[in-house]
């Protein structure tokens, strides 16, 4: 559902949540703008994820986090669908 409100393929999501993808930044925006984040947060926890640390402990660290921030928002939408 979210890569059709996004308007992208569920692949392309996908490979973005598991950063085989880097997102270009009108998806940032669209993402950004579904879920009523600044670009700005997005990037900021990207930043902030990516600072003196190893390749392989960004990806773990990216794994784990993305995990818990799907499921954030996914709990924001279903509020918002309940409401």
């Known amino acids: 559902e979210l890569a059709e409100r ?7 999501l996908s490979d973005i949540e598991r950063c085989r993808k880097v997102p270009s ?3 940032v925006a669209r993402y ?8 700005s947060s997005i990037w900021f926890f990207d ?7 190893t ?3 960004i990806e773990k660290a990216r794994g ?5 921030i799907l ?8 509020k ?4």
């Not at 996004?6 to 392309?12: G, Y």
């Not at 499921?71 to 279903?78: A, G, Q, T, V, W």
């Open 71 to 78: 499921d954030f928002l996914r709990m924001i939408e279903r």
């Open 25 to 27: 930044q009108e998806i």
């Open 32 to 39: 950004a703008e579904e879920f009523d984040l600044p670009v």
């Open 6 to 12: 996004l308007d992208i393929s569920q692949s392309h």
């Open 47 to 53: 930043e902030k994820l990516t600072e003196g640390t």
């Open 80 to 83: 918002r669908a309940s409401s």
């Open 64 to 68: 784990v986090v993305a995990d818990k």
């Open 55 to 57: 390749p392989g402990a």
